[in-house]
C-alpha cells in the first residue's frame, strides 16, 4: 500500500494549509485514516484519525484549529488546518489501517511554521 501525502511547506503563523494523503495499492478495504507529526526532537504524536464511517478523533493541541476529513471514493484523507503555530512545525505523516489489520505509513511531508 502506498501513501502520498502533499500540501506541506513553509507557513506562517495564523496560516491555513491543507494536507492531504491518497492510499492506493490495497488488496483489503482501508478502514481507518489518520494524521500523526512529529516535531524535532520529540516522538510522533496522534494528530486526527477518521474512520470509514466518519467518525473523527483529535489530539487536545489541534482540538478546534484542525479538520479531518476523507473521500471513501478514493480513499483520500486530508487535514486542514488553520491558526497554526509556531509549535505545530513537524513532519506530518498520514497512516492508513486496512481490514487486514495492517497500517501503512505515507513518508511524511514537513510543516514549517514561521514568519
Known amino acids: 500500500v502506498q501513501l502520498q501525502a502533499s500540501g506541506g511547506g513553509l507557513v506562517q503563523p495564523g496560516g491555513s494549509p491543507r494536507l492531504s494523503c491518497g492510499a492506493s495499492?490495497?488488496?483489503?478495504?482501508?478502514?481507518?485514516m489518520g494524521w500523526h507529526r512529529q516535531a524535532p526532537g520529540k516522538q510522533r504524536e496522534l494528530v486526527a484519525t477518521?474512520?470509514?464511517?466518519?467518525?473523527?478523533n483529535y489530539a487536545d493541541p489541534v482540538k478546534g484549529r484542525f479538520t479531518i476529513s476523507r473521500d471513501n471514493g478514493k480513499s483520500t484523507v486530508h487535514l486542514q488546518m488553520n491558526s497554526l503555530k509556531p509549535e505545530d512545525t513537524a513532519v506530518y505523516y498520514c497512516?492508513?489501517?486496512?481490514?487486514?489489520?495492517?497500517?501503512?505509513w505515507g513518508q511524511g511531508t514537513l510543516v514549517t511554521v514561521s514568519s
Open positions: 477518521i474512520t470509514s464511517g466518519g467518525s473523527t
Open positions: 497512516n492508513a489501517l486496512v481490514a487486514s489489520g495492517s497500517r501503512y
Open positions: 495499492g490495497s488488496r483489503f478495504r482501508v478502514i481507518d
